[in-house]
């Protein structure tokens, strides 16, 4: 990979992979069809969102991180995270996200754009709001690395279960946000230097996803782009701390040696 190399990073919340195989889901069908994946990725315990997201941008476990609930806490040993690591090569980072505690993955000073529009309900325009802000900035200013985090399918599955109908709707919803920030990259001429990781930060069955059951910890990983193998299935285990050493192995920035993860290099052209 070149350091010219661009990705964005959506993460949809709660999203299960067998509701990738339920419900309407275009644009992610055709990352998979073009790119390297696995439906068979495991979060982390506690299953719950701030500890995963945690785990997946400091690289390394909750046993490490210490954060075990949805209360941030500042690492008890020195990580770092990818947005810091980004930031320190003079690479353009930004973040849209609709969870407010999400804020603390970046540092003071390692975001270039922060976009945060709180989650309302179904019938809210918050999310749109926020594949909007950043289909516009992508296309304008080309981030080195940019996060695209959507909850509403987490909020959702919550109050009507999960893999309920309700729930599928919500993932083809995401799945349509997700295209509209791909397309504004392709027609803004970026596609050719951009890569896009798609994942979850956990599943969820009935109506919750901290109970450790397969369900709650299963989740996508997905990986498509220039120099990504296409229509690849990935062999090797994947955990959620593999995600920060593979999008800084992707943008050809260094590995902290605190981190655990590995980067994967199997979905790489070789």
Known sequence: MQPSTRIILFVIDGLRPDAL??????EIDELI????????????????????????????PPTRHGVLDNVWLSPPSPTQSLFE???????????????EPLRDLAPPGTLDM???????????????????????????????????Y??????????????????????????????LVLRSSRISGNVADTVCLLTADHGGHDFGHSAGEPADLTIPWLVSGPGIRQGHQIASSISIVDTAPTVAHVLGLPIPPQWTGK??????IR
């Open 85 to 99: 690591v980004a930031h320190r090569a003079n690479l353009t980072t930004a973040a849209f996200y609709s969870w």
């Open 150 to 179: 959507l909850g509403a399918t987490d909020e959702i599955a919550h109050d009507h279960g999960w893999m309920s109908e309700a729930y599928l709707r919500a993932v083809s919803r995401a799945d349509g946000i997700v295209g």
């Open 114 to 148: 922060a976009y945060f529009r709180r989650y309302d309900s179904p019938q809210g325009d918050a999310e749109m709001e926020i594949a909007i802000a950043a289909a516009e900035y992508v296309a304008r200013e080309r981030p080195a690395l940019t996060f695209v």
């Open 33 to 60: 069809a073009r790119g390297s994946f696995t439906l068979r990725a495991r979060s982390v315990e506690p299953s719950i969102t701030l500890p995963c997201h945690v785990s997946m941008f400091f690289g390394v």
């Open 21 to 26: 195989q339920q419900a309407y889901t275009p």
């Open 263 to 268: 980067a994967v290099t199997e979905i790489l």
